[in-house]
């Protein structure tokens, strides 16, 4: 029972919400636990032990180092001087990293044997099979969310080791945390002070949340059924048979895809964010604009920017200030001078950031290219800063012009659609034969003369037209035009003439109906 | 405190209220009867609105099940062997509870007295998607106008290029079946489901339930399919058919008595007949229709002779169809439709000129 389906937004979101709002304040995240692990049961049967066991497992890890931290904090008091203090804390800090190491090792390591091992085996045994030997492969099924969950929880655990705050003493609390339903498939990935304390409150359901909540889910919905899905016959279409199809299908194809992903993705972020609403519960962004970024630095500010946030404070931000990293920057200041060691910082922290961003997608090389084509990209972008802004004043140009911020949208734009080319390609072979194949045979002609059946004119206005509403919503949000804010302070009549409005909208134009396959989420395989 | 819950109440049933009145107010008037030109419905409705637009209760054998039953049943030529009226009312992917909606829907207007069912589709189940299905698909049955609501694709492009005669869609490729012709023996791919789930058996039943209120029979049948057949699939539904007292024919294991050459009469490698293979199929059940002495040849009936007057289009189509595909079909008879248009045009303004 997927956020977008019917049986979702008609049957079960209701029902969760009147029984939390009869139940008695102090149960309601009871309810909640109880509705998110009857939804992870509907796709992922009996894996729901492992998201149960998971989530103890983090709660045990997370008490460990709490109680570790406690012993420490009884042992200070003995001690008579500071030394000894410090001695005391490096001593028990010592156990504490070896809590953090089991914890971490463990839930990245069922991650890794879910995703990657079958990956890695394939990869290995092309070697062993010349020595005769061979890893066996492993049946394994995917337990829906565990890239977004784990992560949950490593950062749970590594907030705790760096006492940002303590370590929750309910299972309950953690455990819907971790499994909380709107958020279980797709994201976004929760840092555990934005979401726990309004799960646990088990606020009253409230009429303001209520037209906030209905408002996301909607418009979320349009922008996944008006647009999305129809663009999707397209993609599969074009990225299947890519081998037909050549220069101005292949950009058609990657900016469709674009398109497609990010009506899809922002869409369902709409519906989870709008289904915590309805609770009270307000879960954090994932999108703001990514398409005005005028940098690929900052469209990955703006895009999926859970993620990215987590890995700048779980791996980007640990890395620069490591030792080794400290340690060989002042080194390279000396030898290299300032430039190049902040170069060679950035390469170093940037590095695992953009592999594990990449791997994270999922286990195939065209996921480690992605990762390493933002790497690149990025580091280049890093490298050339002093030199840009050096060039722009010999220039006399002025860097905040607006032409300038348009040719730097558009180039970020040309980025962000080679990366999906990549990164929705069959493999990354394929996506290096579509890459190419821009080049061969570029006609934009071709376009309306070889048009597949797969999208009808129909679907196209549908489409453009669906697109060309976001767009403005989006722009006007951009500007800082509060567009949900004036909807729902609108008196009652002009805020349900847009409710009704998105919903006939999606009525009448959403791709649904008997015969119709409902798309699966992107990123719910993720 | 509680004022103000009552009041948000109120509010709230006044939204879904008149979010409901205006449904039923558009589906009353947007109903197929009233508003719908067949050439405007597209996609998979278009079998549906046609059905509905049959004569009142002229049709003697309906025909249901997935793409299966619609590639392997042609009701022309159950006309044109035995003179029985007949329609293709199943559709590609069918699921149990849209087959069900589908069976009240277009015996609305009609009284069968056969309701043939081909059998694949009962092991077609996927939790989430049934579930779903059972949800929408009341919703869609009384709602002309969520159930139909892509008719505003008509205004901006011509329409589907596909053309139905009661139904079937003529097909005259040929993919040759080049695996063992010993299929049944088989195991089928892992894929494939092999158990009929409760879920779809409910919705059996209440199909059966319906035709059985109805005096329609039903007569349960596999379509003969290398791909999607084996002994374990022809046991269970033996089982099935027994345990719901219905008649069970597999044309699996009388291939030859139904005629089918496999190297002929499929189209996509041993999967789904083509027009020949559905020629042979049809044949088979019309003579097993005929054989129960209850169906009437319409035949030389003035009142079926919209019948007569559809064979001669449909053997046209299939005279033309040989090597060609729907589109090119659809580009010559809207070549043909333009050149008359143009030469009435020009006579017009020759009359003018002369005048």
């Known amino acids: 029972m997927a956020i977008h389906t019917n049986l979702y937004l008609l049957v079960f979101l209701p029902v969760v919400l009147i029984i939390y709002q009869l139940v008695p304040r102090k149960a309601r995240w ?145 455990a819907l945390f971790l499994s909380f339903f709107p958020q279980i498939m797709e994201g976004p990935i929760a840092r555990y002070p934005d979401t726990s304390d309004a799960l646990f409150a088990g606020e009253p359901v409230k009429m303001e949340n209520l ?56 869409g369902s972020i709409d519906i989870v964010i709008g289904s915590g609403k309805l609770f009270g519960v307000t879960i954090p962004e994932n999108f703001n604009q990514p398409f005005s970024a005028q940098s690929a630095a900052e469209f990955w500010r703006r895009w999926h920017m859970s993620l990215g946030t987590w890995f700048k404070n779980y791996v980007f931000y640990p890395i620069t200030v490591s030792p080794m990293v400290k340690n060989w920057n002042k080194k390279a200041r000396k030898k290299y001078g300032k430039y190049w060691s ?16 990449g791997v994270w997608h999922g286990a195939g090389w065209k996921y480690l290219f992605y990762g390493m084509y933002y790497f690149v990209i990025l580091l280049f972008g890093v490298a050339m800063e002093p030199i840009k802004e050096k060039n722009l004043q010999k220039l006399g140009i002025d860097k905040d012009a607006k032409w300038l911020k348009v040719v730097r949208i558009l180039k970020t734009w040309v980025i962000i659609f080679t990366g999906e080319l990549f990164f929705n390609a069959l493999n990354l072979r394929a996506g290096f034969a579509m890459f190419f194949s821009i080049f061969g045979n570029f006609h934009i002609s071709s376009i309306w003369k070889y048009w597949p059946d797969v999208l009808t004119k129909g679907d196209v206005v549908a489409v453009c037209a669906g697109s060309v509403i976001v767009w403005i919503v989006g722009f006007l949000k951009e500007s800082g035009v509060d567009i949900r804010g004036k909807i729902l302070n609108a008196k009652t009549p002009y805020k349900w003439g847009v409710y009704y409005a998105i919903i006939f909208a999606i009525l009448i134009f959403g791709a649904y109906g008997t015969g119709y396959q409902p798309v699966d989420l992107i990123y719910a395989g993720f | 405190m509680h004022s103000d819950l009552k009041k948000n109440i109120i509010k709230l049933a006044a939204f879904g209220g008149l979010l409901l009145v205006i449904l039923v107010i558009a589906s009353a008037i947007m109903t197929p009867e009233k508003w719908f030109d067949e050439n405007l419905i597209q996609d998979r409705n278009s079998r549906s609105v046609q059905m509905m637009e049959q004569p009142e209760y002229t049709i003697d054998v309906m025909n249901i099940g ?67 299905m059972s949800l929408s698909q009341p919703i869609y049955h009384r709602s002309a106008f969520l159930k139909y609501h892509n008719i505003w694709k008509s205004l901006v492009e011509p329409k589907g290029v596909m053309i139905y005669h009661r139904g079937y869609t003529v097909n005259e490729n040929v993919g040759e079946y080049e695996g063992d012709f010993g299929y049944l023996d088989l195991d089928l791919d892992k894929n494939n489901r092999m158990t009929i789930s409760a879920y779809n058996s409910f919705y059996f039943d209440m199909i059966k339930k319906f035709c059985d209120e109805r005096g329609i029979k039903i007569i349960l049948y596999s379509m003969p399919s290398a791909l999607n057949y084996n002994w374990e699939r022809v046991g269970k539904i033996e089982e099935f058919a027994k345990e719901k007292r219905v008649e069970y024919i597999d044309l699996n294991q009388i291939i030859d008595q139904v005629g089918i050459d496999w190297e002929q009469d499929t189209n996509d490698n041993g999967d789904h007949m083509n027009l020949f293979g559905a020629v042979k199929v049809t044949g088979y059940l019309g003579n097993h229709l005929k054989e129960k002495a209850d169906l009437v040849d319409h035949r030389g009936d003035p009142a079926y002779s919209d019948w007569d007057a559809e064979l001669i289009e449909y053997d046209q189509l299939v005279e033309d169809m040989e090597g060609m595909s729907f589109q090119d079909i659809w580009n010559i008879r809207k070549d043909k439709e333009w050149d008359e248009k143009y030469k009435k045009q020009d006579s017009q303004k020759n009359t003018e000129k002369t005048e």
């Not at chain 1, 997370?62 to 008579?80: A, H, L, P, V």
């Not at chain 1, 922008?223 to 999707?232: N, T």
């Not at chain 1, 902040?342 to 961003?357: K, Q």
Request: with cysteine.
């Open chain 1, 30 to 174: 009871g309810v909640l636990l109880a509705a998110s692990y009857a939804l992870y049961i509907s796709f992922s049967k009996y894996l729901v032990l492992l998201l149960m066991a998971t989530a103890a497992f983090t709660y045990g890890i997370g008490r460990w180092m709490d109680r570790i931290g406690n012993e420490c904090s009884e042992k200070q008091k003995e001690c008579t001087d500071r030394k000894q203090k410090s001695e005391v804390k490096k001593a028990f800090q010592k156990k504490r990293v070896v809590a953090l190491r089991v914890g971490v090792l463990v839930l990245l390591g069922i991650l890794f044997y879910v995703n990657y091992y079958n990956f890695v085996a394939q990869n290995v045994n092309i070697f062993l099979g010349k020595l005769g030997t061979q890893l066996p492969m492993a049946r394994v099924m995917f337990p829906m969310g565990i890239s977004f969950y784990t992560l949950e929880a490593v950062g749970y655990l590594a907030d705790v080791y760096w006492e940002r705050y303590p370590a929750e003493k309910h299972l309950g609390k953690l």
């Open chain 1, 211 to 266: 037209n906030e909540g209905f408002l996301r889910i909607i418009w979320g919905l349009f922008k996944k059924m008006v647009v999305s899905d129809r663009l999707s016959y397209l993609t599969t279409h074009l990225f299947t048979n890519y081998k037909e199809y050549h220069g101005s299908f292949i950009i058609l194809a990657a900016i469709a895809y674009t398109i497609q992903l990010y009506l899809e993705f922002s």
């Open chain 1, 342 to 357: 902040m170069v060679g910082t950035s390469a170093m922290a940037l590095f695992p950031v953009w592999v594990a961003t």
């Open chain 2, 66 to 132: 997935d793409s299966l039953s619609t590639a392997g049943f042609t009701p022309m030529e159950l006309w044109r062997q035995q003179g029985f009226t007949s329609f293709n009312i199943g559709a590609d992917g069918l699921r149990m509870a849209e087959s069900y909606y589908a069976v009240v829907e277009a015996c609305d207007k009609q009284a069968p007295k056969y309701l043939l069912i081909e059998s694949l589709y009962l092991f077609r189940f996927a939790l989430g998607q049934d579930m779903q």
